[in-house]
């Protein structure tokens, strides 16, 4: 079965508003990574974390690890039109290389 | 660098023919990976090679096969296209497997028709 989950798959902002959307594991997952691929472009890596209750930062963007390292968000502050994609989480827990299937962001100006 | 590459990145084919994507990257990585994208099912692995001279079954194999065919090169082959392989085929690598960042190359769009 499929090692993490995300959903919805699609979400509509404003922009401006904020955006936060989850990856969702039922077993204690080794590392996340993050990627985000824009329209007709190939998935680009964003992050990695490893440690339990990890957060970071990458400007408007917060990611976090779960406390018991089964779930990680993804926040995005005060979106804007660059933000436009599809943002895919990824685990190589238990030696299953694996993506979610991803949520397209799509934001109103 | 041109990071990594494929070829080609349209091609239209009849159901039974074969054909080979290729795949190359420059980063002196040890893993490379083909996956394969469709509406609504995200990024599926078909296979990988977590270093040079191994290659291992992903998620979906079926249909395909590869070859590891140095450090720097990994194609993938359809020996018989079905409908049921279009789709969008990435090509990707990494330092090593599954803990490191992978790097994507800008894909295969492959319609069987």
């Known amino acids: 079965g499929q090692q993490v989950m995300q959903i919805p798959q699609y979400q509509h902002v404003q922009e401006g508003e904020d955006f936060t959307t989850y990856c969702n594991s039922s077993t204690t997952l080794s590392n996340i990574q993050w990627y985000k691929q824009r329209p007709g472009g190939h998935p680009v890596f964003l992050i990695q974390?490893?440690?339990?209750?990890e957060v970071k930062k990458q400007k408007r963007l917060t990611f976090q690890f779960g406390e018991a390292k089964k779930n990680s968000s993804l926040h995005i502050t005060a979106t804007q039109t660059t933000d436009v994609g599809t943002y895919f989480c990824f685990t190589g827990a238990n030696s299953k290389l694996t993506f979610g299937k991803g949520i397209t962001l799509s934001v109103r100006p | 660098n041109a990071g990594v590459t494929q070829t080609p990145k349209f091609q239209v084919l009849k159901t039974g023919q074969s054909m080979t994507l290729q795949c190359a990257q420059d980063?002196?990585?040890?893993?490379m990976y083909w996956y394969r994208q469709d509406p609504g099912m995200g990024l599926r692995l078909i296979y990988y090679s977590a270093s040079e001279g191994t290659t291992d079954k992903g998620e979906v194999p079926n249909g395909y096969n590869v070859s590891r065919l140095n450090k720097r090169e990994f194609s993938l082959r359809l020996e018989s296209a079905a409908p049921s392989q279009t789709s969008v085929y990435f090509c990707?690598?990494?330092?090593?497997?599954?803990?490191?960042?992978?790097?994507f190359g800008p894909g295969t769009r492959l319609t069987v028709t």
């Open positions: 974390l490893v440690k339990s209750g």
């Open positions: 990707a690598s990494s330092v090593g497997r599954s803990t490191y960042e992978q790097y």
């Open positions: 980063m002196n990585h040890n893993s």
